[in-house]
């Protein structure tokens, strides 16, 4: 029997690759974003465009119980400490964070109702790996991971919560940072499998926290970044 999804964000990329993966297994998704995009034209996906930064967002009603959901939104500002203005703390903290929790508010008792969901959320491995430039997004990103494990200590045992910490993916989001030949290849070279990520590899991962297979994991921040967060290779 077909679950039901809810995607925060993920209309290209990441959450593409991720809903093919779900609609093919007969499941259905429901996608919130500011644009449908390629995500949003898929059969079997619905979509109800939203702002998650307003202060009151307008999230799609929950029709009944909701057996996964998926935040997406993020941001990659990178700068040194002394170029980050407040507002951009303050931006990168309302999209990575704060729209987390609005959301997690707003469809708690939908996922409670499944008996068996699941929450997936993303962070980054510059939380336990201090990167330069990192500043901003690793801070708010390392607040996602502390809400997390108590949001799972919290909702267990019907609702499990775990992160995806990622390194770089090429994804739309990365694009400035994988833009030609040679940084591509810098990219690839500071891996330990010298090579950067792919969507595919992180809606693995999520179609895994999402399903059945992973029914005895939950608090978890799972590294999904080539080897970058553990490993040094001469």
């Known amino acids: 029997m077909g679950k039901t999804f809810y995607f925060i964000g993920g209309s ?20 919130m ?46 700068k040194p400490f002394r170029s980050i203005s407040n507002h951009d703390f303050e931006t990168d903290w309302q999209i990575h964070f704060l729209g987390a929790v609005k959301t997690l508010r707003f469809y708690g008792e939908a996922l409670k109702k499944s008996g068996n969901a699941s929450v997936v959320l ?10 330069p430039f990192h500043t901003s997004v690793a801070a708010a990103k390392g607040a996602v991971e502390g809400f997390a494990r108590a949001l799972a200590a919290e909702w267990a ?10 390194s770089l993916t090429d994804t739309p989001l990365a694009e400035k940072l994988l833009k030609g030949d040679e940084r591509r290849k810098a990219a690839a070279d500071r891996h330990p499998l010298k090579r950067f990520g792919q969507p595919e590899n992180l809606a693995d991962a999520a179609r ?4 059945e297979e992973s029914s005895w994991i939950t608090g978890q921040i799972i590294p999904v970044d080539g080897g970058m967060s553990s490993l040094k290779v001469l």
């Not at 290209?12 to 429901?30: F, M, P």
């Open 208 to 211: 895994f926290l999402l399903s």
């Open 157 to 166: 045992p019907s609702v499990r919560v775990n992160v995806i910490a990622p």
């Open 33 to 78: 974003a500011r644009t449908e995009n390629e995500t949003g034209q898929l059969e079997g996906v619905t979509f109800s465009p939203l702002q998650i930064t307003d202060e009151s967002p307008l999230f799609h009603p929950a029709e009944g119980p909701i057996d996964g959901l998926v935040y997406f939104p993020g941001t990659i500002n990178l």
């Open 122 to 131: 993303f962070s980054t491995v510059a939380v336990q790996t201090g990167m």
């Open 12 to 31: 290209t990329g990441t959450g593409l690759s991720l809903a093919r993966k779900l609609i093919h297994e007969g499941h259905s998704v429901h996608l």
